[in-house]
């Protein structure tokens, strides 16, 4: 790669509100991701998973405790941001390359070029999004979003739409590419499977506030055939569910709240 | 859509119906079943075509309607777009203009003629101005619609990616509302003729509708069918022009 620092950010969210007219929606959130971490966030629908993630990028602004990138508070836009979103939001009326291009000084087109083709799309540069499958612009959105060598990926439910097969091999891309640059990351899925195939860290959001917390230990590549891997899914989703899980993995630890502040070491 | 290339047959059917209506029509006044003086025949408008070319009176009558329809079209665009963005961008702006223009937008344009002509005369100006009013307002209603129905969310994206106000402008909001203010221009065009020949009809010196009206006095049907088909063939090559600039604008878009 380029001379670009390729480190993650480190973000502290803390006591984080947020209420749109007199709904709380995060109600007093922690949260504290280490640089280059990858943490996935599940939830059940419209429980602010959204939110928390557009409260990050600073697009909108907090309605108490705060977030810091690095120790520096954020203020306005999070510029070392970039967001990928569930719908794509590509630009219909600009080519692939163009939508790449995106914010981008016209003096680094070549940046873009590599990251089109890291994503494997070097073919389809002059074409409209409209001649796209889904995968390919969910490609095309993920190109965008790391042409700007962002410290940290801002992934709402990005590949939500897709198929199964189009799935693995775009969470694949996904995780080779965080590997590859260790740019921190925040996932959100409702994928539970998923959360656990690429994340460190799983987090539960229930009722505004961080209901679970889990680390993920197992190596990667991940093998979804591996027992510890159908243990985690099905403890998380137990915890989802709100039931108790019928078996009891003591292999997992019981980290609620408390461990929020640990260092995990994998 | 099709493709651009499109074979003999295809590219011929179209024309089938109109040949024969004219050809048909030519035989029926040959045959004298259509009197002269209620319809003359395509050979005599032919021929009163190129009469009044040789005289000059055909282009100079021509030029005058042209010139008056895009002078009138390009102020009243103009100051629709620029409305139309304003009011669709600027919330202020808004709050402030759109009521009144909306209320504007009910007097139909043609009403008007008599006082026009009270405030400008049969000069020019009478009839640039009744043009530029017609096609101020659809341009204007399309240009605002278009922005204010843009997705907020490509806008949010734009915000994220980092672009400044006049990049969401250019990038996002212009090319979103462009298939909208097309609608406008293309439905602004027709109001255009319309107004045109109204105005040259009943008061004017020159232009095509002068000319047709002038012709009535004489009893010269042929220079009356003359002026109505060239209207029709104005409305047409100006509906193609619109056409092509759309198929650019958005080719995104098929
Ligand atoms: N701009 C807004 N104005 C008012 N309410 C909002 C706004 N954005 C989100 N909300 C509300 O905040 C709550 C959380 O929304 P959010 O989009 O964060 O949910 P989510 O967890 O992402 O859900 P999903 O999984 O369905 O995407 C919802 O009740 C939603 O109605
Ligand atoms: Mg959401």
Redesign the pocket.
């Known amino acids: 790669m380029n001379s670009h620092d390729l480190q993650g950010v480190d973000v502290t969210i803390h006591q984080v509100k947020k209420k ?2 007199d ?1 709380e ?1 995060l109600e007093g959130l922690d949260l504290q991701i280490r640089e280059g971490e990858f943490v996935a966030i599940v ?10 993630l557009r409260l990050v990028a600073g697009l909108e602004d907090i309605n108490g405790g705060s977030i810091n990138l690095d120790g520096t508070p954020l203020e306005g836009l999070n510029k070392q941001a970039r967001m990928m979103f ?1 719908d794509g939001r590509l630009l219909p009326w600009k080519r692939v390359m163009d939508n790449v291009c995106l914010g981008l000084p016209s003096d680094e087109k070549d940046r873009a070029m590599q990251a089109i083709t890291q994503v494997g799309l070097k073919e389809r540069i002059h074409d409209y999004p409209s001649k796209l499958s889904g995968g390919q612009k969910q490609r095309v959105a993920l190109a965008r979003a790391l042409v700007h060598d962002p410290s940290l990926l801002l992934l ?2 990005p590949l939500g739409a897709l198929d199964a097969l189009t799935r693995l091999e775009m969470q694949r891309l996904i995780e080779s590419l965080w590997l590859e640059r260790k740019f921190t990351s925040i996932l ?1 899925t ?1 994928d539970v499977e998923e959360a656990v195939a690429i994340s460190d860290r799983v987090i539960l ?1 229930e009722n505004g506030k961080i209901a679970l917390n889990q680390p993920i230990h197992l190596p990667r590549p991940r093998q979804r055939t591996n027992p510890a891997f159908s243990m985690y899914v099905e403890e998380i989703l137990a915890r989802i569910m709100n039931r108790k899980s019928k078996k009891n993995y003591s292999m997992l630890v019981n980290t609620e709240t408390e461990s929020l502040f640990n260092p995990i070491n994998n | 859509m099709k493709g651009n290339r499109k074979g003999p047959l295809e590219k011929f059917v179209p024309w089938f119906i109109p040949f024969f209506i004219i050809a048909a029509w030519q035989l029926l006044s040959w045959s004298g079943a259509i009197p002269e003086r209620i319809l003359p025949a395509p050979s005599q408008i032919i021929q009163a075509g190129i009469d009044l070319t040789i005289t000059g009176e055909l282009s100079e009558h021509m030029g005058i309607s042209l010139w008056r329809a895009l002078v009138g079209f390009l102020i009243g665009g103009i100051a629709g777009f620029v409305f139309g963005l304003l009011n669709g961008v600027f919330r202020f702006a808004d709050l402030f203009f759109d009521t009144s223009i909306q209320m504007l937008r009910n007097i139909p344009h043609l009403a008007l003629i008599p006082l026009v002509i009270m405030w400008f005369g049969i000069g020019e100006t009478s009839k640039v101005f009744l043009v530029a009013l017609g096609v101020l307002f659809p341009v204007y209603i399309n240009t605002y619609h278009g922005i204010k129905s843009i997705d907020k969310k490509l806008i949010e994206m734009g915000k994220a990616y980092g672009l400044n106000g006049k990049e969401l402008f250019f990038q996002i909001i212009l090319p979103g509302a462009m298939s909208s203010i097309l609608v406008g221009i293309r439905f602004s065009l027709g109001v255009m003729w319309l107004t045109l020949i109204v105005a040259e009809t009943i008061s004017a010196q020159s232009g095509i509708g002068y000319m047709a009206m002038n012709a009535r006095e004489f009893m010269q049907m042929d220079v009356i069918v003359l002026s109505i088909i060239i209207y029709a063939l104005f409305g047409k090559i100006s509906d193609m022009i619109a056409k092509y600039f759309e198929g650019k604008l958005l080719k995104w878009n098929n």
């Open positions: 749109y007219d709904r929606v939830g059940k629908s419209g429980c602010g998973k959204s939110t928390l569930q709402d439910e959100v409702h959001i």
